[in-house]
C-alpha cells in the first residue's frame, strides 16, 4: 500500500512514463492504481511496506543496513545476539588454537550428533475428532547418528544408536540392512546419554587413537559430566574441549 500512495503522489507532479522508469513498476500497474485512486486514498489499513529494497541478498557492505531496515520492518532480528554470537565464537576460536596449537589436524577431533525422526506412514481421524496414530508407528525409525572428523579432514566410523532396550543387542536377521564398519548401540528413546557416551568413547573414538589428542564436542550434558572427563583423560589421554554454550543450539 505504501508503494501505491508513493506512486500517486508522484503521478501528481509528473507522467505515468516517467513514474514507471522511476520505479521499475508497468504503466499498465500505475494506471489500474490510478483508476482506484480514491480507494487507495481511502484505506485505512497498515500501510507499512514489507518488501525491502531493492530485494534480493544485500552485498557485505550493506548487510548492517539491511538489518537495520529489517528490524524497522518486522522488529524480529536482535543485532546484538548475533554481535555477541560472533564474540563468542571468536573469542573461543582464539583461545582453543592458543592452548592446543601443538597438536596436529591428525589429533583434533570434532563429534557432531545428527538425530533422524521419520514420521508415521499413516495418521487416521474422525470427522471434527482429534488426530490418532497407531501406537506401532510412534517414532518407528527415530534414530540418532554420531559422526567424527579429524581437522585434516577424515571421518571416522559412525556410531548409530537405535531404538530399542537399552544395552540390547540388534537382531540377527537385522544386522544385515545396517551397513558394516560402524558401531550401534541401543537406547529406548534412540538418544544420547551416559551409558551411550561411554560405548563411543570405549569402543569407536579410543581404538582410533593413535597419540595424545583433543576432542571437541557441545555442552551436552552426558559429554561434560565428571566420568566423561575421567574417562577422556585417563583412558584415552585426550584432551576433553567443550565448545561454548553459546555456539550450539539448544
Same mark, same amino acid.
Given at each position: ?15 505515468? %512514463? ?17 483508476? =482506484? ?64 596449537? =601443538? ?35 510412534? %517414532? ?98 585426550? %584432551? ?11
Amino acid at each position: 500500500m505504501a508503494v501505491r500512495l508513493q506512486v500517486l503522489k508522484l503521478v501528481e507532479t509528473s507522467n505515468v %512514463h516517467n513514474v514507471s522508469k522511476l520505479l521499475g513498476i508497468p504503466r499498465r500497474t500505475i494506471r489500474s492504481w490510478i483508476d =482506484q485512486k480514491d480507494d487507495i486514498l481511502a484505506f485505512d489499513g497498515n500501510k507499512k511496506r514489507m518488501k525491502l529494497s531493492p530485494g534480493g541478498r544485500p552485498d557485505p557492505v550493506g548487510l548492517l543496513e539491511c538489518i537495520k531496515e529489517m528490524r524497522v520492518r518486522e522488529r524480529a532480528l536482535t543485532s546484538a545476539h548475533m554481535v555477541a554470537l560472533i564474540e563468542v565464537l571468536d573469542e573461543f576460536a582464539e583461545e582453543f588454537h592458543r592452548s592446543y596449537r =601443538q597438536y596436529g589436524q591428525d589429533t583434533v577431533y570434532n563429534e557432531t550428533g545428527f538425530y533422524y525422526d521419520m514420521p508415521p506412514r499413516y495418521i487416521w481421524d474422525v470427522r471434527r475428532g482429534a488426530a490418532n496414530i497407531s501406537s506401532g508407528e510412534k %517414532h518407528s525409525m527415530r534414530m540418532t547418528v554420531v559422526l567424527t572428523a579429524r581437522s585434516n579432514g577424515t571421518k571416522l566410523p559412525m556410531l548409530l544408536v537405535i531404538r530399542g532396550a537399552s544395552g540390547g543387542r540388534i537382531e540377527t536377521n537385522e544386522f544385515p540392512t545396517f551397513p558394516a564398519g560402524h558401531v550401534y548401540a541401543m537406547q529406548n528413546k534412540a538418544w544420547m546419554d551416559d551409558d551411550v557416551w561411554k560405548t563411543y568413547l570405549r569402543s569407536l573414538l579410543l581404538p582410533m587413537l593413535v597419540e595424545p589428542s583433543v576432542l571437541l564436542l557441545d555442552n551436552f550434558v552426558s559429554h561434560v559430566s565428571d566420568e566423561s572427563y575421567k574417562i577422556v583423560n585417563e583412558e584415552l589421554s585426550t %584432551h576433553l574441549v567443550a565448545l561454548q554454550r553459546l555456539s550450539v543450539s539448544r
